[in-house]
């Protein structure tokens, strides 16, 4: 099944109910199709796309983005998601790394256009947020176009960018079948959870819910809980980041019921519910809240849910390349938790259709042993875009089947029958603060271009808000004057 399904699939059955909701506008799932027709006909007929040609996206959470991850998949063109948090430099790197031929930027990069303009030759046209806009509600006349090649399953449709250990993020290639398999996976984890589902496909009878979105959608998690969101007929309220006095608002307001966050975005939460303000919101139409991206106290999570007697809690583990889920921790584990504590801890148990096995020197371990966390299933990614030796290394075929091998390390250990997965370290040296994976090998090689310093190393170290904080440790050259705040500021830029 091809992604663009699944606007299709709303627009024929509910053409009428609120699809997507920004700070400016909001369309039925009707609309929205019609946007998706108009875009991908601009793109096929004027703009000439060619097929496996990319088209790269440098927007913040809005209807733009939204209409454009169903759009660009009409026209046979691969989406390249950019990261807005990376520095110039990398976002570069990405560029000219993909190729993409167009590019579509939000207001708030405008004046960082010029400087792409100028390194990135293969963009023959830069369109604005309110220039794709206009385009995707003019009208074409006649039917919706085909596409310049037949689109399959098996087709890359998105090449999604994250950190590289050895200094260069890493194009993901992403196909439609991986993430429809990932999603129909998630989608009956929630179906389960709130509606006791018995078949998803049927059970999916374009609920009534509602979700909020505020963790930016060019991140692979997020963008799941997107195209399932869409897929399951919710309204999508989209966010431009978390604030929790503005989250609550909202989930008041418009008696959200579904929210994803982050765990850093749970600690705020929690400190906002607690104080006198929150008392006046009433949060009882929230029935869902999933988080994943990082490790989160388990001291955090039990007052959260303490907070939130009426919210069932979701966590979900994995990586990019495997389109992302690999495990879950259900609302179920968490009731389960009150009885086993340690549940907690972990990152839940292999969601349907993913084997996870713990591996070492050549074979697979034993529950309780530690190595690194494999995984099997109809989500692992396609490959690495330009890095075919990097694919060979990260995806094995053993006994007969494709495995992932994440570098991450963990173990299986079995609580109540089920085998929960438990995390003991990260990819390689991997930072991860706030919910963003940071590799300090991408930070030192800014630092080093620093005059005045001799040797650096970025390390990650426990922070109460942020789960990690980044810390540089620094060697000046003799006789350098290096400040902190001075390679601070440095590195912002």
Known sequence: MQLDYIVRKGARKIPDKIALVDVNQQIT??????????????????????????????????????VAYYSIPRTSAIIVPLNFFMAKKELEYCINDSKPVMLIYG?????????????????????????????????????????????????TVFIAYTGGT????????????????????????????????????NGLEMLEHSILIPIPIFHLAAMLVFLMSSFMGYT??????????????????????????????????????ESEEAKKYDLNSLKQLTYGAA????????????LLPTTKFRQAYGQTEYSPVIT?????DHELAKKFPEILKSGGCPQIGTEVEIWKNGKFLPKGE?????????????????????????IREIDGKNWLFTGDVGYLKEINGKDYLFLTDRAKDMIVSGGENIYPKEIENVIYQLNGVKLCAVIGVPDEKWGEAVVALIVPKKGANLKGEQIIHYCAE
């Open 295 to 306: 490790p989160i106290s388990p001291t955090v999570l039990s007052r959260a849910m303490e």
């Open 328 to 332: 879950q921790l259900t609302s179920e």
């Open 236 to 273: 999508i309220y989209l966010h431009k980041g978390f604030k929790a006095n503005k989250i609550v608002q909202s989930i008041d307001k418009y008696k959200i019921n579904h929210i994803v966050c982050v765990p850093t975005n749970i600690i705020s939460l929690v400190e906002f519910l």
């Open 370 to 394: 530690i190595g690194e966390i494999i995984a099997s299933g109809k989500s692992i990614m396609r490959g690495y875009w330009n890095k075919k030796d990097l694919t060979q290394k990260t």
């Open 107 to 155: 207001d708030k990069f405008k004046d960082d256009i010029s400087y792409y303009k100028k390194r990135c030759p293969s963009i023959r046209e830069f369109i604005s947020e309110q220039q794709f806009d206009k385009l995707c509600q003019i009208p074409f006349e006649g039917k919706r176009l085909k596409p310049p090649k037949k689109v399959y399953e098996s087709d």
């Open 166 to 201: 050895t200094g260069f993020p890493k194009g993901v290639m992403l196909t439609h079948e991986g993430l429809f398999n990932n999603l129909m996976s998630s989608g009956r984890a929630v179906i389960d959870s709130l509606h006791k589902a018995d078949n998803i496909e």
């Open 29 to 66: 799932y009707g609309e929205y199709d019609q946007r998706c027709n108009n875009f991908a006909n601009y793109v096929i007929k004027d703009f000439k796309i060619s097929p496996g040609d990319r088209i790269a996206l440098l927007l913040e959470n809005s209807i733009e983005i939204c």
